[in-house]
């Protein structure tokens, strides 16, 4: 059984910065690609990035040039550095695994951006 348990929500000022971190335990197979969605309250949840198993990166605009994914294959761990936030950022925000056969889910980290 896989299991995504994310951390480093919080609350912070706008301006400032948090990183999230999600450790993925469990045999993984077919493993395609891994990364952030976030929900607001009222809100769908979104894309924030993703980083695939050859490294390669995807943001939504809106985290383009102040978020950064990343992935410590060893640790079967994502991060994501969030830099600049505002209080638009303010949201839950998920772990997700994405594999070639089912959609893996951390049970997600509150991020508050006060202005």
């Known amino acids: 059984q896989v299991q995504l348990v994310e951390s480093g929500g919080g609350l912070v000022q706008a301006g400032g910065s948090l990183t999230l971190s999600c450790a993925a335990s469990?045999?993984?197979?077919?493993?395609?690609?891994m990364g952030w969605y976030r929900q607001a309250p009222g809100k769908q949840r979104e894309l924030v990035a993703f980083?695939?198993?050859?490294?390669?990166?995807n943001y939504a605009d809106s985290a383009k040039g102040r978020f950064t994914i990343s992935r410590d294959n060893a640790k079967n761990t994502a991060y994501l550095q969030m830099n600049s936030l505002k209080p638009e950022d303010t949201a839950v925000y998920y772990c997700?695994?994405?594999?070639?056969?089912?959609?893996?889910w951390g049970q997600g980290t509150r991020v508050t951006v006060s202005s």
């Open positions: 980083i695939t198993s050859g490294g390669s990166t």
């Open positions: 469990g045999q993984i197979f077919g493993f395609l690609r």
């Open positions: 997700n695994l994405h594999t070639q056969w089912y959609d893996y």
